[in-house]
């Protein structure tokens, strides 16, 4: 039974100033223990969605209940993004269903069976040996200077080329998605300055791109995913629109996420010496999931009850926000031995840094796996001694667990 969980009055898991500076993992702790789907209540209106709360949802099997209910608990009835702002329209909320993120089933199902077609394990499979050259390159670039901002010169480079490889877009325009997609997910950091216009403008910018890229390939097909996921006119297609929000989805979910799961991991290695030096030595298979589970790059994401329902003794009623507190999740000592160390031969290692399971378990968690497996070869390779020289600088995000900067040294 719920207990009064030991937390300060007020206090909001999803505050983006918490995560400037840190995971609140003690306060999820407290919650795992005490109450385990807690109402987290928030001045009106604060996240954008003109409530007054949610739930918070921290113990993994109750992350991965919500998660496989989508009848029960809608990613399209408020988005899956758990906050906003307070100038946050409604009609923009609700412009964003567009995205395969913020649909359900029957309509999710029937998008996810175009788009995955891109996701095979074949069609990552087809990616490995160009993406280990890249990430060679990257790294050997790198190591030319005496050290730098390991995020913008190593982490966020291999998932940009990656998407570029995937969608056939020319690498030179990669640094507009790097642009576009840090824009998009910045609107909580005062440094990045990000308006509503602003926010507004590069997301515009980016489903442009995607649509005219789509154009393209509708007068001139190529043998790439985009031709394959506008133009399979037996098994459906995506409309212009649906594209746009596609390639939308994947900047933030497929560039963001691993450029950030590469970051911590390289963090927790230079904070690790001792697993450095295994990693070096044995290159362990197990390492991906085990940084994925460390970093948990999306620290929430949100569903909304679409009737009333039970959860752990708390009584959840329809309309009422729902988050999962994946960061809490992925470090429940029911599930995992000793969460709190960073261990690469975790095995075996059930996190859900990918997601809960159901219909939204993450496209591209294999390619994401690969990706991180090849620049942490490749920097293991090239730069043994790679060493820190300061501490992260935190993305001011309530859902994304973000760094900006993380300096170092290569030689």
């Known amino acids: 039974m719920s207990t009064c969980p030991a937390l300060p009055d007020g206090f909001d898991l999803t505050d983006p100033d918490i995560y400037q500076h840190r995971v609140p993992l003690p306060e999820l702790a407290e919650l795992r223990q005490t109450a385990q789907v807690w109402w987290v209540q928030q001045p009106h209106g604060v996240a954008g969605f003109g409530d007054d709360g949610y739930w918070a949802v921290t113990r993994h099997a109750d992350v991965k209940a919500v ?26 909320i609700e412009a964003q269903r567009l995205s395969i993120l913020n649909q359900d089933p029957p309509e999710h199902t029937g998008l996810r069976q175009i788009v995955q077609r891109g996701f095979t394990p074949r069609a990552i499979r087809a990616l490995e040996d160009a993406l280990r050259e890249r990430a060679a390159r990257i790294v050997a670039g790198a190591a030319t200077r005496e050290g730098g901002n390991f995020v913008t010169e190593i982490a966020a480079e291999l998932p940009l080329q990656a998407i570029a490889d995937l969608l056939g877009v020319p690498q030179e325009d990669r640094a507009k998605i790097f642009d576009w997609s840090n824009t ?40 790439d995913i985009v031709t394959k996921l506008i ?26 996420t691993t450029r950030n799961a590469i970051t ?29 589970r460390w970093a948990t790059p999306i620290t929430s994401f949100q569903r909304t009850a679409t009737r009333d329902t039970e959860l752990c003794g708390a009584q959840i009623k329809a309309g009422d926000r729902v988050g999962l507190f994946y960061a809490s999740a992925n470090n429940d000592p029911e599930v995992f031995d000793r969460p709190e160390v960073f261990d690469i031969t975790r095995d075996p290692n059930p996190h859900l840094g990918f997601g809960g399971g159901g219909p939204h378990f993450c496209l ?41 900067e993380l300096q170092v040294r290569y030689a």
Not at 67 to 92: C, G, L, Q, W, Y
Not at 231 to 254: H, I, K, M, P, R
Not at 266 to 271: D, E
Not at 371 to 389: N, Q, Y
Request: aromatic content about 8%; hydrophobic content about 45%.
């Open 364 to 404: 591209g968690a294999s390619l994401a796996r690969m990706e991180i497996g090849l620049i942490f070869d490749a920097i293991a390779d090239t730069l043994p001694g790679i060493r820190l020289v300061g501490e992260p600088r935190r993305l001011r995000s309530a859902w994304i667990n973000g760094v900006k």
């Open 67 to 92: 998660s496989v209910a989508p009848e029960v608990f809608s990613s399209r009835a408020n988005t899956a993004i758990i906050r906003f702002n307070e100038h946050m329209k409604r009609d923009r």
């Open 184 to 223: 998009m997910v910045g609107y909580d950091d005062p440094e990045l300055a990000v308006t509503e216009e602003i926010g507004t403008n590069a997301a515009i910018e980016l489903i442009s791109y995607a649509m005219n890229m789509a154009a393209e390939r509708r007068a001139c097909p190529a043998q």
């Open 264 to 292: 911590h991991g390289m963090h927790a290695f230079l904070t690790h010496p001792e697993q450095w030096e295994r990693f070096r030595a044995e290159r362990p298979a197990t390492t991906a999931d085990e940084i994925v």
């Open 231 to 256: 133009a399979a006119e037996d098994e459906g297609n995506l409309s212009d629109d649906e594209f746009g929000f596609f390639v939308l989805t994947l900047a933030v979910a497929g560039n963001e």
